[in-house]
């Protein structure tokens, strides 16, 4: 995130056959995985693995489908309250099986795009008649391609570039006042330390991120929804494009990472331990 190379280890673990090490910035303070898959060999985990690794099949479970539309009725929520409305065109990438897609498309009445590499659940989301592409190329020869309001859900952890794709998505995609909506596993309380995820974002580090890449954050919070009442798993953060790229001098450091990190899971125990119904969500447990 800064552009250094000092870093020390924060974790090591293996994730379902796989071995996971996470370093820490020392100057920063972004935790990202190294070493980690070279971009080709990412391209095939993605088309190839990544769905059986992470849900025992290819295509999207009765649970899964659960968990997203939750998920979607949450993020349509919060959207409405923060009162953005008049959206025409819209993009999810990493559009999974359309919840989020299908809901926005509804509640706005807008046209909706999205981008998802995973075969199995592309077609899934194009037999409710959603329209989804595999990949960027696909949707700029055969779409508009400016939107007002882009997500990326549980995606920007998966970026081998985070700043470099963000500046790019602006660029080629935004329309003026357009909105990006993100979400992402909280640093501070998600068991987030798995194969795909290259980063992990705390707070302050993901603001930092599109801070550097040229937005502004309109909100941002921390919240277990929809698999906790309690326990702050998510990060969700809505931006518009900024005028002015900041210096390098302007960014805010993150100091302590290891002990918020410790000290947010001393607070995830107590709450599993004390108030197990509102820690998690049976329905949707991971």
């Known amino acids: 995130l800064c552009g250094q190379d000092k870093f020390t ?18 100057n920063c303070g972004l935790v990202f995985q190294s070493p980690r898959m070279t971009a080709s ?34 993020l349509v929520k919060l959207l409405t309250d923060l009162g953005v409305e008049n959206v025409e065109r819209y993009m999810d ?14 509640t706005f009445g807008c046209e909706a795009v999205g981008i998802e590499p995973g075969d199995a659940y592309r077609a899934y989301a194009r037999s409710r008649g959603l329209e989804v592409y595999s990949e960027f190329n696909q949707l700029e020869t055969e779409h508009e391609t400016r939107f007002d ?11 081998p570039d985070p700043v470099g794709y963000l500046l790019a998505l602006r660029e080629k995609f935004f329309a003026s006042n357009a909105r990006l909506l993100i979400e992402v596993p909280n640093l501070y309380a998600h068991d987030c330390f798995e194969v795909a995820h290259l980063s ?20 941002i919070e921390r919240h277990g929804y929809p698999r906790s009442k309690l326990i702050p798993l998510y990060i969700t953060l809505l931006a518009e494009p900024s005028e002015i790229l900041p210096d390098q001098e302007e960014m805010d450091l993150e100091k302590l990472v ?8 001393l607070h995830r125990r107590v709450i599993e331990r004390l108030f197990p119904a509102y820690g998690w969500d049976p329905e949707f447990r991971a």
């Open 9 to 26: 280890l924060f974790d090591q673990r293996e994730f379902r056959g796989f071995e996971v090490i996470n370093v820490l910035c020392s």
């Open 149 to 159: 309001l882009v997500s990326m859900i549980h995606v920007l952890e998966h970026i």
């Open 93 to 106: 990438i990493g559009s999974s099986a359309g919840s989020l897609m299908e809901t926005i498309q509804e």
């Open 258 to 265: 290891k002990m918020k990190r410790r000290s947010g899971f």
């Open 41 to 74: 060999e990412l391209d095939n985990y993605y088309q190839e693995e990544y769905r059986i690794t992470y849900d025992g099949q290819e295509g999207p479970s009765e649970k899964n489908l659960r968990v997203q539309k939750a998920r979607a009725e949450n």
């Open 200 to 219: 992990s974002f705390s707070q302050e580090t993901l603001t930092q991120v599109l801070k550097k890449a040229g937005y502004e954050t309109n909100f």
